[in-house]
């Protein structure tokens, strides 16, 4: 069983899935030679991809080239489906910091078989995760600032301005596919700049007001 909590809270929330939206900025579009998306295109991590900060990240031996991608993370306070989109904020219990670690070569594969992308995006580890500031202290989860950094060179550098599909708009989006629960959390994409990690590297991401995440790799 995995837990999150909210800082300065005791409160603690029994993760339950991870939905993730792909091709969420349009310079990361740009940089994969991706076409947009004319709708959200969500997938999903089992929780037990989850590590803490200060933890390791371990890539598997069928991959080599693991890349990072920093994004912001919605922690769900409360369950809803098919929420409208002028509601869907009152359903954020917090927000945090989550490496979206990404086996490209497998994921690359696997899109040329037209498979599922699971194996590059849901191995264990592959979702290291902050602890969430509680919502009430976030004034605009739509004007922050995202970085990475790899052994302590600048990697990542983007604003949530930035999104093709703003937090609002994913969480009704994908309470149209299914319900969303308490414990839920929800990636929104990753700005320009991924690029691979390798066993020894340091890596830290952070997001200015809401907190950072730090891991090896290995």
């Known amino acids: 069983m995995h837990t999150v909590r909210l800082h300065h809270s005791s409160r603690l929330f029994q993760v339950g899935k991870i939905v993730c939206v792909a091709r969420n900025y349009g310079e ?3 940089e994969l030679h991706n076409r947009p998306a004319n709708e959200p295109v969500f997938f999903l991590k089992p929780a037990s991809s989850i590590i803490r900060s200060g933890e390791t990240a371990v890539i598997p031996p069928y991959s080599q080239n693991c890349h990072h991608e920093v994004e912001l993370a919605m922690l769900i306070g409360k369950w809803g489906r098919n929420i409208r989109e002028e509601e869907a904020m009152q359903h954020i219990a917090g927000y945090g ?18 498979l599922p ?3 590059a995006k849901g191995f264990d580890t592959s979702c290291p995760l902050s602890d969430f500031m509680p ?14 950094m790899v052994n302590g060179e600048l990697r990542q550098s983007g604003n949530s301005a930035d999104m ?9 989006a994908a309470s149209r596919i299914f319900a969303l629960e308490r414990g839920d959390i929800l ?17 830290t991401a952070s997001i200015k007001g809401v907190g950072a995440v730090h891991i090896r790799i290995r």
């Open 28 to 30: 990361h579009v740009r």
């Open 97 to 114: 910091v989550a490496i979206d670690l990404t086996l490209r070569d497998v994921q690359e594969q696997l899109k040329a078989e037209g």
């Open 117 to 119: 992308w699971d194996k």
């Open 135 to 148: 919502a009430a202290a976030v004034a605009d989860p739509s004007a922050l600032h995202l970085t990475l």
């Open 164 to 172: 093709i599909y703003p937090p609002a708009t994913l969480i009704s």
């Open 187 to 203: 990636l929104t994409g990753t700005p320009a700049g991924v690029g691979p990690v390798r066993p020894g590297d340091q890596v």
